[in-house]
């Protein structure tokens, strides 16, 4: 990933995204608070002020399940990390033919290309 793309979702998800929860539940809060008028009008009121606030709920809720899947992942991609670096450690330890080092090299390079 370049590093101007991850900079733009580290943006989007720390400034961006809670500016739009925060906007998002006032304006919700805003409308429930003031359901003064009578009939249709309030109902609309009330279905608008509850929208926002669920459209706040599942920002929030994007923004924490993105930042719960992340570090879960960096949790696996360091655990593997650590075994292929006892698996490597044990190839170079053992009496194993270049060529076969070689194409296990060849074989990981193309699965981490794709």
Do not use: K
């Amino acid at each position: 990933m370049p590093a101007t793309y991850r900079r733009r979702h580290a943006r989007f998800y720390r400034v961006v995204l809670p500016i739009f929860v925060a906007v998002n539940l006032s304006l919700g809060v805003l409308l429930l608070a003031s359901l003064q008028v009578g009939g249709w009008l309030r109902w609309m009121s009330l279905g608008s002020g509850v929208l926002c606030c669920v459209i706040a709920g599942w920002l929030s809720g994007v923004a924490w399940s993105r930042s719960y899947w992340c570090s879960a992942m960096e949790r696996q991609v360091a655990r593997w990390h650590r075994v292929l670096d006892a698996v490597f450690g044990w190839i170079e330890e053992a009496p194993v033919p270049v060529d076969a080092l070689r194409a296990l090299e060849r074989s990981l390079d193309e699965t981490l290309v794709r």
